[in-house]
């Protein structure tokens, strides 16, 4: 099998060590290459007032920067309690940034962080950052709401590229534990706008309506059933099922019903004109995560 490569992300915040949790109790270490553990640090741009108490900048700098290589190191010795290796780091810049250059700078498989993302020292909301890592990093990210391990998954398929790159690492990323799989797959079809409509012509648009609607429905019954099947040669429990609605609501509904343990979705799905599309969709979980989300990207990189 091959190993992935996690970068962590950290700041010490709760958010950040459900990241941590759910990395050391959902991956076999003996198919981790490294967990990379980074805490980010916001430079200050200018005096931050006049006051004589006040410490300058520097003196400041230096205290955060201890504050962090002691997160940093905290959370090395739980992963390596856990049986991963790693390494730490801080960094100085823009956390998103920093996140997403780091990632490609050392060949990272996937990006894990709290769903709120740094907000230690910089002193503001991270589920931007979390949002905007997500976006723009070109590995998969994993977003994490609560601590693990995963066994509950569910997953958002389309049938897309990326839906498939999402089907791929569920069946790829090394879990400590097997996982039960619900593939859902939804369909949404507009209704027809019959106001004014003459009768004869109302009762056409809603006959066609309804056969659009069986046809999308049967449609996603297939693209369902034949990823159940793919999990299913893999040696994964999976089971298939069909929602009616908006994505986004649509998944966010099956993972609290399910008590998911983490969302799997594809960092974009089809055109909005071919029913489903997955950019908006993963981006409006991550704003309101049900659960941790991980949203996969084509090619995960492996050691």
């Known amino acids: 099998m091959s190993r992935l490569r ?48 006040e410490p300058p900048i520097t003196l400041m700098e230096g ?14 010795q739980r992963l390596a309690e856990a049986g991963h290796a790693g390494v730490g780091m801080v960094r100085w810049g823009h956390p998103a940034e920093t996140i997403v250059t780091r990632a490609g700078e050392v060949g990272t498989s996937l990006v894990a962080l709290g769903t709120r993302g740094l907000s230690g ?17 070109s590995v998969s990210v994993l977003v994490a709401r609560s601590g693990g391990p995963v066994r509950r998954v569910l997953l958002g398929y389309d049938a897309s590229p990326d839906g498939d790159a999402a089907l791929t690492q569920v069946t790829t990323l090394p879990w400590r534990e097997p996982i039960e799989v619900t593939i859902c797959t ?7 706008v019959l106001s004014g409509a003459a009768p004869a012509l109302a009762s056409d648009l809603l006959a066609a309506h309804n056969d659009v609607s069986r046809w999308a429905c049967e ?12 999990l299913r040669e893999q040696g994964i429990s999976a089971v298939a099922r069909v929602a009616r609605g908006a994505a986004h609501e649509q998944l966010a509904l099956v993972a609290a019903e399910m008590c998911a343990d983490l969302l799997v979705v594809g960092s974009r799905g089809l055109s909005p004109t071919q029913r489903f599309f997955l950019g908006s969709t993963s981006a409006t979980l991550l704003a309101h995560p049900p659960t941790s989300v991980l949203v996969a990207r084509s090619g995960l990189g492996m050691a």
Not at 186 to 192: D, F, H, I, L
């Open 63 to 76: 205290e955060w920067q201890r504050a962090a290589q002691e997160v940093v190191d905290r959370t090395s």
């Open 121 to 137: 020292w910089e002193q503001r909301r991270t589920g931007s950052v979390s949002a905007k890592v997500a976006r723009y990093a």
């Open 219 to 230: 449609a996603a019954e297939v693209v369902a059933s034949d990823a159940e099947r793919r």
């Open 6 to 53: 996690i970068l962590l992300a950290t700041d010490g915040s709760a958010d950040a060590e459900r990241a941590v949790e759910l990395v050391a109790s959902s991956f076999d270490p003996t198919d981790v290459v490294t967990v990379e553990v980074l805490a980010v640090l916001p430079r200050v741009a200018g005096p931050l007032g006049h006051g004589a108490d």
């Open 186 to 192: 939804t369909y949404e079809v507009a209704r027809p």
